[in-house]
Structure formats: structure tokens, C-alpha cells
Nanobody, 129 residues
Framework: EVQLVESGGGLVQAGGSLRLSCAAS????????IGWFRQAPGKEREGISC????????YYTDSVKGRFTISSDNAKNTIYLQMNSLKPEDTAAYYC??????????????????????WGQGTQVTVSS
């Protein structure tokens, strides 16, 4: 059974940092793209970053580029999202998701959350001003 479990969210002041974790089980990263998405109240789900071993690719949308970094610990089957210089507009529920196909680690893929097959339950990030 494929499972994704996020952790690491919380309340932080603007300018602060958080590291989110996405622990995966039931599959290996070699075969899947792992994406990070977020959804603020009243807004659509937004893809922000992704990681593909098969495609040797990481991707960031402009809204987080230079502030967020995605990384992996293959031994732990865990993906991390290091978030620095957080802003109040980063406040959202953050989700990790898995898609089969290295081409989904792209602007094309992050704009199509329906292409991601498996989702975690989400972790809340709140940035105060």
C-alpha cells in the first residue's frame, strides 16, 4: 500500500524557516516523481516544487524559487522541503504527492495535480507577520 505522511508544519514568524518531511512507503522514489503542493483557504491547490530521481530533476515555481529547497534521503524514503525566508502568503496546508512519470516534475506537471496518484494528509504552515 502506498502511503505518504507529511510532518513539520507549524506556526512561524515572517522571515523564519521550517522543514517539511514527506515519508513514503509502499514504493521507491526511483519510479515516481514527488511533488509538493499547497492550498490556502479559498484558493486552488498550487504545485510549488518537485523531485525526480529518474529524470534527475528538481523544479521550483517562481513563488518559492530561491527560498525553498527540495531534497531526499533515499535510505529513509523521505523527501524534505526546506522553507526559508517565509512570508505570510506562504500560509497554507502543504501536501506531498507522488506521480508515475518523470515528466510530471515540471511546470506542466505541477499545474496538473490530478496527474499525481497518491497524496498525503497535509501539514499546516502558518506564517505570521
Amino acid at each position: 500500500e502506498v502511503q505518504l505522511v507529511e510532518s513539520g508544519g507549524g506556526l512561524v514568524q515572517a522571515g523564519g524557516s521550517l522543514r517539511l518531511s514527506c515519508a513514503a512507503s509502499g514504493f521507491t522514489f526511483d519510479d515516481y516523481v514527488i511533488g509538493w503542493f499547497r492550498q490556502a483557504p479559498g484558493k486552488e491547490r498550487e504545485g510549488i516544487s518537485c523531485f525526480s530521481i529518474a529524470g534527475n530533476t528538481t523544479y521550483y515555481t517562481d513563488s518559492v524559487k530561491g527560498r525553498f529547497t527540495i531534497s531526499s534521503d533515499n535510505a529513509k524514503n523521505t523527501i524534505y522541503l526546506q522553507m526559508n525566508s517565509l512570508k505570510p502568503e506562504d500560509t497554507a496546508a502543504y501536501y506531498c504527492a507522488a506521480a508515475r512519470g518523470f515528466y510530471y516534475c515540471s511546470n506542466y506537471g505541477l499545474r496538473r495535480p490530478g496527474k499525481y496518484d497518491y497524496w498525503g494528509q497535509g501539514t499546516q504552515v502558518t506564517v505570521s507577520s
